[in-house]
């Protein structure tokens, strides 16, 4: 096994702290070019510390640090415009914008965002955490800024595994024909969460493997040069020559056939060379990309064998009492009860099924890990399909598959699904084709923050006809709906959210209801005779949880509460909800999704066709503003209101409004 150290930078201890020294971008500027390697190396050691106690993307950063130099060091951010796609490696960037100081406080509560966020820097220009559209972005920079007699530059830093996104090619087939003033830095380690797939990733590896090639030529080029009176003829020669000997490597040149011009690849870890290389294509007109070979997770030690664990880190846990200015991770919680994550129990079920049902066929877009897929892919490869981010593609795909007569299911994230829209509506839903959305961090997800908060899929699918919304409490009845699911013949979306499911489960599997479309489940009931004086909790999915245990409180002073597991969005059970809508006093529709449009909003308007209603309707959900990252999902729920607590506030406000301040 290779010594995997290697890789590592040497600590600078006998140099300067020149990281100290940035509190802004001007501060980089006033480095030599001798001091940049220095400079790299530091920030990589911060990181490797500081993000390794706070938790965060660390391997795609990592793998960064020199480009994020070298752009500070050759353009000036303050009018020049940098968008990061995705966003995920802004670490440096923040490190050199003055955010230093607040990287004790990354992805925690009121702290500093994973992402680049225009609140916290006029250095962050947008707030982003989708894959794909920063060419686009910096297209309509520099369009915005084209009547300028001295424009400032647009430059979009992407991945390759970004770059096979479908809006990605449409950004870069128009700024090719509109001859935009864009730079284009593909930052190429092979590598999006897992290792990029598809045939652009096999057509980067082939110019990967011409950059014996391509660094020759740069060298030639100088020696030429050095020629006097003649030289720069013959370099001129040579260049048509290496042009021929390039498009000979790598046939059929597919970003200058988009009449963008390519540069590359270079080598992504030699700061002073990107210098140099930046600077060269900084005086190119028209649309250029500039291809950057990195290496994710550089420096980490675990990096060579396995990138894609360097991904993102988990921040080390907080001793309880101790000093929390000396310790930045994340407060440790108290012990969730054992039950398996939501994710787990979604591809346990799924492989168990694919195992007597050959038609079962899992779909994810680029996201194998996190969709708990890795197990699937390794017991039936033949049946897993990983189409790269890209959402659109996948979920059509899906639906040419279910016509064929296969049983697909599409595990992909809730906020990611958005970007397949019109693929769902037009090519599933109006197909009315038998497809199966699993759609894992559905509601909030702690860290990531509102660019992945999972909080409009209900609100997104509901109004599209044909398909079933449901969404389960527990393992058991995530093992239930999928079952169920796969043998409907129209689409389905289930949702479940980035949590474990509980450990205990109130019923059990042989004594729960039957599970069918259009079917709750009444946990907790009150006497009929009770009713007019009670509430009712209608929760859907995970908050049922949450509701169970507000009500079990609320019993316990003496509140009868009501719990029904909803399990259905669409179609909802309206003949039980009418009987609940006639007896009781209050109905309130729980869910960890956006107010408008969703769960509450399908219930109200079931009330609004019911007869005989006596009860007042009030819906607890997400309210309609975006929801800023916290340390963890709980504390997030805390803020909206949906935790137990604030579901007992809820029924307390309701019963006795007199007496709630």
Not at 6 to 12: H, V
Not at 67 to 90: G, K
Request: one cysteine or more; a neutral charge.
């Amino acid at each position: 096994m290779p010594d995997s150290s290697a890789s590592a930078p040497r600590p600078a201890v006998s140099h300067p702290d020149l990281l100290a020294r940035i509190d802004g971008p001007a501060d980089l500027k006033r480095l030599t070019l001798d001091e940049l390697p220095i400079l790299c190396a530091q920030t990589r050691e911060f990181l490797l510390g500081s993000v390794q106690q706070t938790g965060g993307h660390l391997g795609s950063n990592l793998g960064v640090v020199e480009l994020a130099t070298a752009i500070h060091y050759v353009f000036d951010l303050a009018r020049d415009r940098c968008v990061w796609d995705v966003s995920h490696q802004c670490y440096p960037h923040k490190l050199f914008t003055g955010r230093r100081a607040r990287f004790s406080t990354l992805r925690q509560t009121s702290g500093m965002c994973g992402f680049t966020h225009p609140e916290e820097s006029p250095y962050d220009l947008f707030h982003t955490g989708h894959a794909g559209t920063s060419i686009s972005l910096a297209t309509g920079l520099a369009l915005g800024s084209a009547h300028e007699p001295r424009p400032p530059h647009s430059i979009a830093v992407i991945g390759d595994a970004s770059l096979g996104a479908g809006v990605a090619f449409e950004a870069l087939n128009f700024a090719g024909a509109s001859k935009q003033r864009v730079l284009v830095i593909l930052n190429d380690n092979e590598w999006s969460i897992s290792k990029s797939v598809g045939s652009l990733a096999r057509y980067l590896s082939r110019i990967r493997s011409a950059k014996v090639v391509q660094r020759a030529q740069e060298e030639i080029h100088k020696l030429f040069h050095a020629i006097p009176v003649i030289g720069e003829k013959v370099d001129r020669t040579l260049e048509d020559m290496a042009e021929v000997v390039r498009h000979t490597l790598v046939p059929g040149h597919v970003f200058e056939e988009l009449g963008v011009t390519y540069v590359g690849p270079i080598p992504g870890h030699d700061v002073k060379y990107l210098v140099e290389n930046l600077e060269r294509v900084r005086e190119l007109e028209g649309a250029v990309l500039l291809h950057v070979l990195t290496e994710k997770g550089k420096g980490h030690p675990n990096a060579p064998t396995h990138p894609e664990r360097v991904h993102g880190v988990k921040g080390a846990p907080r001793v309880a009492g101790a000093d929390s200015s000396k310790l930045p991770g994340p407060v440790a919680a108290s012990p969730k009860p054992p039950g398996p994550a939501y994710t787990k129990a979604f591809a346990d079920t799924l492989l168990k099924i694919a195992e007597r049902d050959v038609r079962v066929h899992a779909i994810t877009a680029g996201m194998p890990s996190g969709t708990g897929l890795e197990q699937f892919a390794e017991r039936f490869p033949a049946r897993f399909h990983d189409t790269g981010i890209t959402e659109q593609h996948a979920v059509a795909m899906a639906a040419g598959m279910a016509k064929a007569g296969l049983r697909p299911v599409a595990a992909i994230y809730s906020t990611f699904l958005q970007r397949a829209y019109d693929q769902v509506f037009q090519e599933v839903a109006l197909q009315n084709l038998p497809v199966l959305f699993c759609m894992d961090r559905a509601g909030l997800v702690g860290q990531d923050g509102p660019t992945h908060n999972g909080v409009f899929d209900i609100a997104m699918l509901r109004t599209l006809p044909n398909l079933t919304l449901c969404a389960p409490r527990d393992a058991t009845d995530m093992r239930r709906m999928i079952e169920m699911a796969l043998t409907l013949n129209g689409p389905v979306g289930l949702r479940y959210p980035r949590d474990n499911c509980p450990g205990q489960e109130r019923i059990h599997a042989s004594e729960r209801r039957e599970m069918a479309p259009g079917k709750a489940e009444p946990l907790l009931d009150v006497a009929p005779q009770e009713r007019s004086s009670a509430v009712c909790l209608w929760a859907y999915g995970a908050l049922v949880n949450q509701a169970l245990e507000a009500a079990d409180n609320l019993r316990q002073r003496g509140i009868d509460v009501g719990v029904v597991d909803a399990r259905f969005a669409k179609p909802l059970d309206e003949e039980l909800l009418g009987q609940h809508l006639a007896t009781y006093r209050a109905v309130i529709a729980i869910e960890e999704h956006q107010r408008a449009g969703g769960f509450g909003a399908a219930l109200l308007e079931a009330a609004s066709r019911a007869l005989n209603v006596r009860a007042q309707v009030k819906v607890l959900g997400v309210p309609d503003r975006f929801i800023e990252h916290m340390t963890t999902r709980e504390e997030q729920l805390a803020e909206c209101g949906l935790d137990a607590e604030g579901i007992e506030r809820a029924v307390r406000s309701l019963l006795a409004p007199q007496r709630v301040s």
